[in-house]
Structures are given as C-alpha cells and as structure tokens.
C-alpha cells in the first residue's frame, strides 16, 4: 500500500525523490520485519490481559505430559496477534499487485480462520477436539486449491517467466535448467496444494512446546527470504537465477516482504512464547504459517526442498504417521508419545532443552539449504 500510493509521488514532485528507497525490496522487507515487531510489541500486553479476562485458556490433554498440567489455562490463540502483525506490514510494505504476494497471503488468512474455529471449538466444548480433522483438510484443500489455481491456471494474469516455468519441479543439488522434472499441468496443481497442506499441517503438529514451532517457522521463512531474493534479483544485468541455475522468478523477490513480516511477528510473538509461555499460538497461527510456508515453497519452486529445509516439521508428522500405522498393524507403539517432542518429554529431557535442540537443527538444515543454492 505505501508503496503503490507514494513511489508514484517522486515522479511529480523533485523534493520527493528520496522515495526512490521504496522501488527496492530490501529497504521494505526490512521496513516490514520492523512494523510487524512493532506491533506485536505494542499490542502483546493488552491481547493477552483480554484474553485473561475472557477466560480464553489452553485445553490440556489429559494423555499428555504431567509437566504440562500447569499449563492449563494459560492463553491460547496467540496466533491472531500474530496473524495481524504479519498481514498488517505485508499489506502496508508489499506490492499489492504481485500475484505471489495476493496468494500467499490469502492462504494466510483463510488457514487463520480454519485455526480460529478450531480453537474456538476447544475453548467451547473444553476438550482438545475442536473442528473435526476432515473439515479442516477440506477447508485447507478449498482454500489451498483456489489460491493455487489463481497462480497456475489464469496465465494470463501472471508473469511469463513464471508461466514458462511453473509446472516444472526443482531438485536440490541439480541444475534446475538440466534436472528439473515436468509436469502435466493438473498433476502439478494437485501436488503443489498437497504441499501446502501438508506444511500447514506439519507446522501444526510441531506447536506442542513453548516457542518449539515459532523458531523453525522464522528459521524457514529466514531461508525462503534469501531464496526469494535471489530468484528475482539481477546484478550487473545478470539475473542470480542464472548464475546459480536456479528457477528464475522476477516477481517472486517480493515476496521477501512477506518473509521479513513473519519473522519480525514471530521476533515479537516469541518475547511472550518463550519458556514458561505466557501466551501460546494455537491452531489460528500454526495452521496459518504452515500454510504460508507452503506457498514460500510452491512460489520458489522449492517443493522438494521443504522435506529439508522444513525437517523438523517433517520429522514431527512422520513420527505421528509412524506411532498411528504402528499400533494400527501390530498394537504396539514406536515411540512413548507423538509427536516426537512428547517421546522426549517422556523421557525425561526438560522442555528447553528440546526446544533449543530443534532450534538447532532447523538452523543446520536451513544452511544446508542455502548450500544448495551453490552446490550443484
């Protein structure tokens, strides 16, 4: 919005040619990192008093952990505020008219509001069920779907590099222009909404400690900022893409807005999450995230890359996957409780612990990430 309604200005006004600073998208990803800290800061306190005041608190299952009884109660649904100073700074920052931004930031919302009503369900009926697991996978595919279909099936409205491109997927490791695999238009429509819910989901999974899920999804987002960037960025009039034989997407630089407001909102989010949390996300923000690093994904043609960008989240879900197949066939269990930060609960290991250790991790893999940009 600042962009599109005061760059225009430096054109009819001299003394306004300092302007100029908005054309790049360093300067407003790092404008938007600032405005959405800012107003998680700003507002933080107040959202979480009324969230007292309402009796808005965090169900506990009763199979869970002992350590977490005490948590019973404290406020849930963090993810709003979170929400709100992610969207907030990308509308302010973005360039509104990039359809890489609309879409993502869509998908945004409507998980958003998928995770409220998920919540709201739990705080309701006081139990961990909230919205039952078929209507969320059916709101997240509708969702999901139509913001994909808008990038993948109306070429008209998008970019031709983008549309040269977008059925193609990438490999890490390989030369995208040597080694990328096409295809069929329908097959990569499903496959790239199967990606994003699947991330939405998997971040989900991995919200079960104070601040576990928030790093990885700033760590994540951190990396598809810089792989954003360079898909867009040109230097010398030689676009990096090129260099770096990696999928070149003009438009998707500014998408890096959208990053640097989620981490500055997961900055500001964190103060209050971090162990002993005083507030805790909830479906309305982990669906939602997990749904924005989908898009990250899709819209750098980093699809296979989340499995190792994203191997916490992954790590998480298949531990599910496995402990449910497991006793289904045989009766027993893999680990002492799924998620896979549960087993480690069990056994003993204090909760900052296995939060820093994933911490930790993320970032390895997230550098390995980065690596391959390079390494191919």
Known sequence: MIYELFYPLKHHYSWLSWLNVLRYVPFRTIMATITAMLITFVLAPWFIRELKRKQIGQVIRRDGPESHLVKAGTPTMGGALILLSLLVPTVLWADLRNPFVLATTAVTAGYGLIGYLDDYLKIKRKNTGGLAGRYKLIG???????????TFLLPDRMPADWNAIRTHVAFPFAAFSKHSLVL????????????????????????????????PVMINAGTYLIWAYVAGATIAKLPLADYLDIPKIASAGELSVYCGSVIGAGIGFLWYNTYPA????????????????????????NEVLSILLGGIFFIETLSVITQVLSFK???????????????????GWAEPKIIVRFWIISILLALVSLASMKLR
């Open 329 to 347: 066939l045989t009766g027993r269990r893999v680990f002492l409780m799924a998620p896979i930060h549960h087993h480690y609960e069990k056994k």
């Open 278 to 301: 005083q507030l805790f996300m909830g479906d309305v923000g982990a669906l939602a995230l997990g749904g924005g690093l989908g898009m990250l994904a899709v819209f750098t043609k």
């Open 140 to 150: 997240q595919t509708l969702i999901g779907g139509a913001a994909v279909g808008y």
């Open 184 to 215: 069929p238009l329908w097959v990569y429509v499903a496959f790239a909404v199967f990606v994003v819910v699947a991330t939405s989901n998997a971040v989900n999974l991995t919200d079960g400690l104070d601040g576990l899920a928030i790093g």
